[in-house]
């Protein structure tokens, strides 16, 4: 895997070292915050980008909850979302990471992501997903992983496929269909 850790960490839970900010070969990640607002929210009323993300346009007030979501994720659990630039540009391609969330009544760690328009079809979802596994993986130590979309997300279930996801089934999340990816972790003894 062609990475870099970018030396932006501190200690977390536990006394493990929280990655705030790494990059991949094209990409920068940086923890997703408030200084992210304008990004996120040009996201969250884009029509296409939400149509992948459960078909609704989001508030600016349902934005700034959003986010602090994420602040109060990264603070319980060391992990969460990160803010995706293109490195060579600074651009804003989206936001992906990993959070914890009860699934029909289990807890599980979910890999998810979401990429403006003009980023699509262009492997940065792939290349961040893939990246995002091995901190899961090698870093956290998570037993397994999922990933899930809708079921016409044939793009986002490409990712989850050429990142070592395999659909396991058919679910309802926030009221709408969805299918479910997992991942076993090969890497933890």
Not at 137 to 144: A, I, K
């Amino acid at each position: 895997m062609n990475h870099k850790k970018s030396g932006k960490t501190r200690v977390g839970m536990g006394g493990a070292r929280v990655i705030e900010e790494f990059q991949t070969e094209r990409l920068t990640a940086r923890r997703l915050g408030y200084g992210d607002f304008d990004d996120i929210f040009r996201m969250h009323t884009d029509p296409a980008v939400m149509a992948t993300l459960g078909g609704r346009l989001w508030s600016e007030d349902e934005t700034r909850a959003f986010l602090a979501r994420v602040d109060a994720h990264w603070e319980e659990h060391g992990f969460g979302l990160w803010s995706v630039r293109h490195t060579a540009t600074g651009a804003f391609a989206g936001r992906a990471g990993l959070r914890r969330l009860p699934l029909d009544g289990v807890a599980e760690d979910e890999l998810l992501y979401g990429y403006s328009k003009e980023w699509w079809g262009k492997g940065i979802a792939t290349e961040m997903a893939a990246f995002l596994a091995h901190i899961a993986f090698s870093r956290l130590r998570f037993p397994t992983l999922v990933s899930f979309t809708l079921p016409t997300n044939t793009a986002s279930r490409r990712v989850m496929e050429k990142t070592g996801f395999v659909y396991e089934r058919n679910f309802i999340y926030s009221g709408l269909p969805h299918v479910l990816y997992r991942q076993r972790n090969c890497v933890a003894a």
